[in-house]
């Protein structure tokens, strides 16, 4: 359903399947007199905790910041 | 009548190099946002009752995860706020008026949530950590239109090692047999972002620069 995890972690009694999308947004203006420049990295997250028969104990996921297209 | 003309005169003068700075200078602010500010640090929390579980539901997912070996497991939340002002003049001269000479000055604002867990996965420590740090300052005659960042704080901007992909096969070999205990896999901890590399569990990489 959502493909292989970026990370896998093993803890001592658990496998923790994490999810990462990054995304930099980059806006700015050369006004000569003031000039800005502002970078925005977002990030969506996904985290399942399994434990040792490969049965999902915990789960959460970050309120999405970064868009994505599903194909 | 005399005082008045003086006090004209004076009046003009600043008023005229004001305009004249004004006019040969220009500012130039550049900020970069590292993921989102933490909104809740944690001391609602009790230790040995609150469950990796209640922690997720109440602030999501952590920014890294690291496994403490049979001691438990750590999660890290981590904002990072960066902002750079610079002021800078062109100097005189037809090839030199392109130019600009700029100073700059950086500061991060910082917000840590660090939260450990037992084997039980029952919260054993929290801290919350919230600070402003000073970067520095730099110096840099740079082409006219153009917004460059005169101090270094690349340490701080560093993507996230698991996007990396295959390019972690590539690395250094000092870097790759220390894989075990790098932060990078979340096998061996966590660290802060821009945590200098000649200590702790990092100085065996032999990394270069910091």
């Avoid at chain 2, 730099?138 to 340490?155: A, K």
């Avoid at chain 2, 560093?158 to 932060?183: H, R, V």
Wanted: proline share 4%; aromatic share 12%.
């Amino acid at each position: 359903m959502l493909g292989p995890p970026s990370q896998l972690i093993n803890l001592e009694n658990q496998v923790v399947f994490y999810y990462l999308l990054e995304k930099t947004v980059n806006k700015g203006a050369f006004l000569m007199l003031y000039n800005w420049k502002n970078k925005t990295v977002e990030y969506d997250r996904a985290i399942f905790f399994f434990d040792r028969n490969g049965v999902l104990d915990d789960f959460a996921f970050s309120v999405e910041n970064a868009g994505y297209e599903q194909n | 009548m005399q005082d008045m003309s003086r006090i004209d005169y004076a009046f003009k003068t600043k008023l005229f190099l004001f305009l004249l700075v004004l006019a040969a200078t220009g500012c130039t602010t550049i900020h970069t946002e590292i993921d989102e500010p933490i909104k809740n640090d944690g001391g609602a929390f009790r230790e040995g009752e609150t469950s990796i579980g209640d922690v997720l539901g109440e602030i999501g997912p952590p920014g890294k995860i690291g496994s403490l070996g049979s001691s438990g497991v750590v999660f890290l939340y981590e904002y990072v706020s960066v902002t750079e002002y610079q002021i800078g003049a062109s100097p005189p001269g037809d090839l030199l008026r392109w130019f600009k000479i700029s100073v700059a000055k950086a500061k991060n604002v910082r917000q840590v949530l660090l939260l450990t867990f037992d084997e039980e996965g029952f919260l054993s420590s929290r801290e919350y950590h919230e600070s402003d740090e000073n970067l520095g300052s730099g110096v840099g005659l740079n082409f006219l239109y153009n917004i460059v960042s005169l101090v270094d704080y690349s340490q701080l901007e560093s993507q996230p090692e698991i996007l990396d992909w295959g390019y972690g096969l590539l690395k250094p070999l000092p870097e790759a047999l220390n894989t075990m205990n790098s932060f990078d896999n979340g096998e061996g901890g966590v660290e802060q972002k821009g945590t200098p590399s000649k200590i702790g569990q990092r100085t065996l990489e032999m990394r270069e620069g910091k």
